[in-house]
């Protein structure tokens, strides 16, 4: 077995994932990416979620091996915003030729990585694979490692090919390569008894910078977010933090794992979506720093911001209260933010009418479950056509879901809002939630509605 | 092997290995985009899954429609074992589902890499499955060859190739190809024309049916219009079929060679000269008369050039765009009086000749970047927008994708009354970015003279520090 196949499979017998506890060895093996069907498939590969992981690096220069497809269809393409360096959002390809497929891309990728050192000068190179090279042979990883030798630079390989899998495995991959080559490699230049990791974190338009200000102000320090708003050195010394937070359900479950394990830096599961989500996170950062030697005094200092902060949000949904009570939803989106979500909405009175958990673990089942009362509610996986009808009988008031089928809400003439990564509004921590309440009255009060939906003049003669 | 040119601003005939912030985007692409342009239509990627979320993305940001396209969904393993029973899967499942009327099938790099032989399989599985009573199209468009214009090239040529018959001619019908860069409002401007000469225009790829934006009556997983397959079938009985762009050449030459219709290629349709081509030959075919409508058009279009062109004379324009777009908005600027800074492409073309002394060639945005400096206006796709804040020069979007304004698909730069917009448009861009201040109150045109007499260099250097900030969004309101 190669390095690539070892490390799948590997990564799909994650011990700390929820999912994997239910099923036996053979089950396991076989991973958690369902067989796609021809012909019926939607959905990111695998490059695609490595990329998502690591891009918000944003001092990095991330090079794509690859046929123009692979970056050239996609760069630029996602919100995770910077607080300086903008290499990240810069575009390197190799954009392999014909030639190249025959006779093999290293030389031009070892080129390129010459290249960009010499006109970009960055701390580092994630050099990503895709299909075709690796098809073809090209060793990215014996060939990363030549170049770092050489050029006295990180070099790191993403070793995550499109089809060799989903996004999700992508995600991991991702984490793999960060735990492989980065993290670990470089020290902090100090440390305090306040430093956390975040994980699974992407800085989507700018979401980390509406908690880090509550963190600042407890004086813990994000030793380092992987990856929003990241520079390499961080990442890098990512080990001496003192406990983690993993976001984003289980998409980087073993980034957290395997640190915890090799580092002693204790993690938990939570989110920064929701009041509650909020306040809860806040509560576990303390609770596993003091527990790991911060003063002790955290905790409490921590149930004064979260009282204070709790107050102020609720007052100001209250606000949206009168005109959202009542008001139902449908919500579509990957499993992961699902059930922070519900909670959130459930605050202001909304009432959701659905929700996918197409891909949910079998946890966020169970909390959806506790949230909404009954399972009816959970949509296995609804065809466009089916989403279409309920929202074309008025069976919603109103869609949340990812950008791509927005357009099933919006020419059913029901207002739809954006919550996944192409997003650009920030969602997260207490300001978040008031930030997407707010979009969703904007959004259901706009007047656009009643005069989209008036008949045309032609078509009212003939109902009158 | 038809690898592209690969051809530096990093020194003479030096090539770079390394692509930044690329222009160009992959074959399957453009051929997709052409398949969208055909009647309740599913194209289809022969490849991983991951590609066809990209291009449905990049669709979506563009378009902002649904956008049906699908994947055979090959993994690594079915890779190299071969695809053939992928593409039947897809194939089936897209019919029992969808139920499309035309099935578009381009391959990725990925499976031209292992080399399956697509056609052999598309024959065995026809010959299978009787129950499958739509067309199935199939190009081969490996990602690491050409560029998204190739790909709809080749896309509308196997089209052309395996649908349209010889028929008797009949009269008063006219084919119209349409380039990848002609959106879907000058399709609808273009059709108004030769409608209007009592023509009846077939349209393939025709975006205005599919993807012009409008609110259909009920949900549909395939294209919401475009060309109808038995219009397609009946091109053959055309009186001449128009061609738009170069790059439609060998689909029009294609239809000859298939059916007689004798083709007629515009390499562009933007400028007074070239509308002036358009409407002469229409009058020619149709024998009447360029009706009044038009002729007061053209006669706009040309007070819009005597009001415009003091804003035009000796600007230099910096343009990265797929060939026949770069060579229609590129021969335009020229007429105005404007020089070409930088003319960056993304594959071999015609067009490279057309504007050899212009130094145009095939490259990325990091090369138009470099070629840009101090220019008056940087034109490109959306991604140019990081280059043109760096450098701080105005900013126009123009070409495919055009993820960050809104109306992409409705621009109409054809025709007169086309590129009299067009000219109000770029020249009300260097209007905001010239000295406003300096024209009030003073009559129009009245600080041209300085201009012409070399003011200009001084006053870009100054623009550039000047609209840092506000440079990229001053316009599009
Ligand atoms: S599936 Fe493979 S070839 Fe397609 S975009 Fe992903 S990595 Fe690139």
Redesign the interface.
């Known amino acids: 077995m190669d390095s690539l196949a070892n490390t799948v499979q590997q990564v799909f017998n994650e011990p700390a994932c929820g999912k994997n506890l239910g099923k036996s060895d053979k089950e396991r093996k076989k991973g958690c990416t369902q067989a796609l069907q021809p012909g019926a498939a939607a959905g990111g590969c695998a490059f695609d979620g490595a990329k998502i992981a690591l891009q918000p690096i944003t001092d990095v220069a991330h090079l794509v091996h690859g046929p123009i497809a692979c970056e050239g269809n996609s760069w630029d393409n996602r919100g995770a915003k910077s607080s300086g360096p903008l290499l990240y959002r810069t575009g390197f390809t190799t954009d392999i030729n014909g030639t190249d497929v025959v006779f093999g891309g290293e030389k031009r990728l070892f080129r390129a990585i010459r290249e960009i050192l010499a006109k970009y000068d960055p701390p580092a190179v994630f050099v990503y694979q895709t299909c075709v090279p690796a098809l073809i042979g090209d060793d990215i990883e014996a060939l990363c490692k030549a170049a770092s030798a050489k050029f006295g630079r990180p070099v790191i390989p993403i070793n995550a090919p499109g089809f060799v899998g989903s996004k999700n495995l992508g995600n991991k991959l991702a984490g793999e390569a960060l735990l492989e080559h980065v993290i670990g490699t470089e020290e902090p230049e100090y440390t305090t008894p306040y430093d956390i990791n975040i994980i699974g974190e992407y800085n989507l338009a700018g979401e980390l910078w509406q908690v880090k200000p509550l963190l600042a102000e407890l004086r813990i320090r994000v030793l380092a977010c992987i990856s929003g708003d990241a520079r390499y050195r961080e990442i890098a010394s990512a080990h001496r933090a003192r406990a983690a937070m993993m976001v984003c359900s289980k998409a980087m479950i073993n980034v957290a794992r395997k640190m915890e394990e090799r580092y002693g830096i204790p993690f938990f599961e939570g989110s920064f979506y929701g009041v509650s989500d909020m306040s809860e996170a806040l509560r576990e950062i303390a609770r596993l720093l003091v527990a790991r030697g911060a003063p002790p005094d955290l905790e409490a200092r921590t149930e004064t911001l979260i009282a204070r902060e709790e107050a102020r949000a609720w007052s100001r949904l209250a606000a949206y209260r009168p005109r959202l009570e009542g008001k139902r939803v449908l919500l579509i989106t990957g499993g992961v933010k699902s059930w922070s979500v519900v909670a959130a909405l459930q605050e202001v009175g909304i009432e959701i009418v659905g929700t996918s958990v197409k891909k949910s673990t079998k946890e966020d089942r169970e909390r959806i479950k506790k949230i909404m009362g009954d399972e009816a509610h959970m949509i296995e996986d609804m065809a466009p056509r089916d989403i279409y009808k309920l929202l074309k009988d008025a069976r919603a008031d109103m869609m949340l879901s990812g950008g791509r089928s927005q357009f099933v809400a919006l020419k059913a003439k029901v207002p739809w809002l954006d919550i996944n990564q192409e997003r650009h509004h920030a969602y997260a921590g207490y300001d978040g939630m008031v930030a997407l309440v707010h979009e969703i009255e904007k959004a259901l009060y706009n007047p656009v509605w009643a005069q989209v939906r008036r008949p045309a003049p032609w078509d009212a003669e003939v109902a009158s | 092997?038809?690898?592209?040119k690969?051809v530096s601003a990093t020194g003479p005939g030096a090539a770079?290995?390394?692509?930044?912030?690329?222009l160009?985007?992959?074959q399957?692409?453009g051929a997709a985009l052409a398949f969208l342009g055909i009647d309740r239509s599913m194209p289809?990627f022969h490849?991983?899954?991951?590609?066809?979320?990209?291009?449905?993305?990049?669709f979506?940001?563009h378009f902002?429609?649904?956008i049906p396209l699908?994947?055979?969904?090959?993994?690594?393993v079915t890779?190299?074992l071969g695809g053939g029973e992928?593409?039947e899967?897809?194939?089936?499942?897209?019919h029992k589902?969808a139920k499309p009327a035309f099935i578009g099938i381009a391959s990725?790099?990925?499976t031209e890499?292992?080399g399956d032989d697509v056609a052999g399989d598309l024959r065995r599985i026809t010959a299978a499955h009787p129950e499958l009573d739509m067309p199935i199209v199939y190009v081969s468009t490996?990602?690491?060859?050409g560029?998204f214009q190739d790909g709809w090239a080749k896309a509308v040529k196997g089209i052309v190739e395996s649908l349209a018959r010889p028929a008797a001619t009949i009269r008063g019908q006219v084919n119209i190809l349409p380039g990848c860069h002609v959106t879907p409002g000058d399709i609808v401007e273009l059709r108004e024309i030769v409608a209007d000469f009592g023509l009846h225009p077939i349209v393939l790829p025709d975006l205005s049916g599919s993807l012009d934006g409008h609110?259909?009556k009920d949900?549909s997983?395939t294209s919401l219009g475009g060309t109808r397959v038995a219009d397609i079938e009946r091109a053959g009985a055309s009186e001449a079929t128009i061609a738009i762009g170069e790059h439609m050449r060998p689909a029009a030459h294609a239809l000859t060679d298939k059916t007689g219709v004798p083709a007629k290629v515009f390499d562009t349709l933007t400028g007074l000269e070239a509308a002036d081509d358009l409407f002469a030959w229409l009058s020619a075919l149709s024998g009447r008369p360029v009706p009044e409508k038009y002729r007061r058009q053209r006669s706009q279009l040309v007070d819009a050039m005597l009001d415009a062109h003091f804003f035009f004379g000796a600007k230099r324009v910096a343009i990265g765009a797929e060939p026949d777009l770069l060579w229609a908005l590129g021969a335009w600027l020229k007429e105005m009086g404007c020089t070409l800074a930088a003319a960056v492409t993304t594959t071999d073309s015609p067009v490279l000749a057309y504007l050899a002394a212009e130094g145009a060639r095939i490259g990325d945005l990091e090369d138009l970047e470099a070629q840009a400096h101090g220019c008056d206006l940087l034109i490109s796709h959306s991604?140019g927008r990081?280059a043109a804040e760096r450098l701080g020069v105005p900013f126009l979007r123009m070409g495919l994708p055009i993820?960050d304004r809104l109306g992409a698909a409705h621009r109409v730069i054809v025709g007169y009354r086309g590129t009299r917009d067009l000219v109000f448009e770029v020249g009300n861009v260097f209007l905001a970015h010239g000295h406003e201040s300096l024209q009030s109150g003073a009559p129009a045109g009245a600080d041209e003279p300085l201009r012409a007499s070399g003011f200009e260099g001084s006053r870009a250097c100054a623009d550039a520090r000047h609209d840092h900030d506000s440079a990229t969004e001053a316009y599009w309101p």
């Open positions: 092997m038809n690898a592209p690969r770079k290995a390394c692509t930044v912030n690329p160009r985007m992959s399957p692409l289809v490849g991983s899954q991951g590609c066809t979320a990209f291009g449905l993305v990049l979506v940001r902002r429609e649904s699908q994947t055979t969904a090959m993994n690594e890779t190299i992928n593409i899967k897809a194939i089936l499942n897209i589902r990725t790099g990925l890499t292992k490996p990602d690491y060859e560029a609110v259909p949900f997983p991604h990081q993820f």
